[in-house]
């Protein structure tokens, strides 16, 4: 019991308030933690190129995973490029990497 019980049980009476302001706090940490992505189909064709990719290949949106919007991509398609956030270890290990600054220089 004692204090820890006290504080228990005043979180649970703080109820849907306490989650509510909970979530909005852990959004607006995530917000501040995570930038945008770059995912412009003509910024990653100069990284291609920079890496090493062939000029008569191209990138283009997919604006998702189901049929219909799958069927807007031009053909033939080789692969799919998905962008997300990456732990702060791998991000911090490929802004060190040669390739990053392969493709930075250019």
Do not use: I
């Not at 909005?24 to 940490?29: E, L, R, Y």
């Not at 799958?70 to 991000?91: D, H, I, K, N, S």
Request: aromatic share 6%.
């Amino acid at each position: 019991g004692g204090a820890k019980g006290n504080d228990e049980a005043a979180a649970a009476a703080g109820g849907a308030k306490g989650n509510d302001e909970a979530a909005a706090a852990v959004k607006a940490a995530a917000r501040a933690r995570w930038k945008a992505l770059e995912s412009n189909p003509q910024m990653l064709g100069k990284f291609g190129r920079g890496a090493g990719l062939g000029a008569a290949w191209q990138m283009h949106d997919v604006f998702g995973l189901d049929p219909d919007l799958l069927a807007m991509v031009p053909q033939p398609c080789v692969g799919v490029v998905l962008l997300f956030p990456g732990a702060l270890r791998e991000r911090d290990s490929y802004a060190k990497s040669d390739l990053f600054a392969a493709a930075a220089a250019r």
